[in-house]
């Protein structure tokens, strides 16, 4: 063989191995990363928000129930009634998809959910790595992939039943496809980045702030206004993009969305003219992403490729408007910042990929420290991770809200002060009751300009009907004197045990009662 294509032949064998490395270890990375989600499986969702999985999974079993009926009818209709007194603010594609893992397993089991949304999740890293690789290296996409996967806060989150896994993961298809698309303008990435924005925004409508960015940007850069005007694929998009979530939004929960405009970010925007709502958010950020991660990300967007970094200013520009445009959600719910990791993840692509050229020119004991401190970093990770899902143990949960649904009085109707909105009593006590505003409500009812002037009117009126009043919030009836002493200086209680206390609406005290 002459030495030319000696040469040659050796450097595709060469990139055949570094081809067939890289996939490895992007295989290893994702089977780790579902492993990690596994640690505790069958342990009740109570670890992250569980107000909210709850609700998810008060309508996949109504589901469920519709697609495999019992003997007993009473309790299809209940489960069905507990579908309808949970707010419907998205599609229950996710919800339809984990009654389908309930019919296939033969029952109600909850981890079930967590095994499908972290599978959407790790499954999304694929195009993540794809994207990273293809704006930098493929050792660089290894890195964003890891950080995607084991970042503590995107495990915590990624393995909850609510439908903001399922979203990321599309959203991240969106900003592969249309990166793709920006490059070639080919009509195949145009369908894929209009269809995968239209699911994603169908499954929460919260991912058209970032995805709108995305795509505005990265067409105004590719086209210009005038070229993008003319252009049908743009117009494709933007119509695939928005009709699946415009049809349902606005016929199917037309009302209801109205309501959630105005009293969640109309009413409550005047939180964002104050300087504390931005110290309070980027608070938040550097506990979920870490101050070194948001650092390297925003300076990452500074020297990106022009290509990449008008991907991400869109991604990060949609990201502001949203944060800013829902100011309440966005200084207390951490989930609603779920979708900045794998934004975060590409924005320190290009950091990340001057960082492994430097090291592939030094010698290989530098190399190997570098590799060194890269996985000491990923096995940190995962031990936070693992840490904070085995710190605490809530197999005891579901007996005492089974306990607290039996003691509730059947002849009457109840109004509650209980812990995440009444969804565990509803979920695992079967058991449906009104619910007395928790103090972060009561605040929040101030920010809209519902102060409570006069308590005793208040009171009388929230608890019209009602006969019974169930307390199980105590550190929330601590934080309410008024409620506290008006309840005892006013009723009887009927009956009380470990973690609970119910309240007689039915008659008022003697005063020689008191």
Known sequence: MPPREKTA????????LRTRWVQWVLFFLLLSGFGL?????????????????????????????????????????QALAQRYSVAQLEPPILESLVALGYFVAGGEYLWIARIITSLLWVMAAVPLYALAAHMTSPTSGLIVAAYYLFLPFAVQASRSFQPDPFMVAMFIVVMFATYRWSEKQEWKWALLAGISSGFAILIKAVAAYLILGILAA???????????????????????????????????????????????????LPLAFRPVFYVRWVNILTDLLGMASLVVALSGLLIAQSRGRWLLIGAWLGYGVYGITLPYQTITHSYYHLQLVPIAALSIAPVVDLTVKRVIQQTRPWQALFAFLAVS????????????MLSVDYRNEPVFWERIGKVIPMDGKTIGLIQDYGNLLNYYGWRHVKIWPVTGELALAGLRGNSIEDFEGFFLERTMGMDYFLITAFNQLEQQPLLQEYLADHYSIYAEGDGYVIYDLHGLLSPASN
């Open 9 to 16: 032949h050796s450097n595709v064998r060469l990139q055949n």
């Open 37 to 77: 989600r596994m640690i505790d499986l069958t342990d009740p969702p109570l670890d992250f928000h569980p107000t909210r999985q709850y609700h998810g999974a008060l309508v996949a079993r109504s589901i469920y129930y519709q697609m495999a009926p019992v003997d007993d009818t009473n309790v299809q209709k």
């Open 218 to 268: 990265s067409v105004l850069y590719t086209l210009g206004i005038r070229a993008a005007l003319r252009n049908r694929q743009v117009w494709v998009m933007a119509l695939i993009t928005i009709l699946p979530a415009g049809l349902y939004y606005v016929l199917s929960i037309g009302g209801t969305s109205g309501n959630y405009f105005q009293n969640w970010i109309v009413a409550l």
């Open 377 to 388: 970093v990923l096995v940190f990770a995962a031990g936070t991770a693992r840490f904070g």
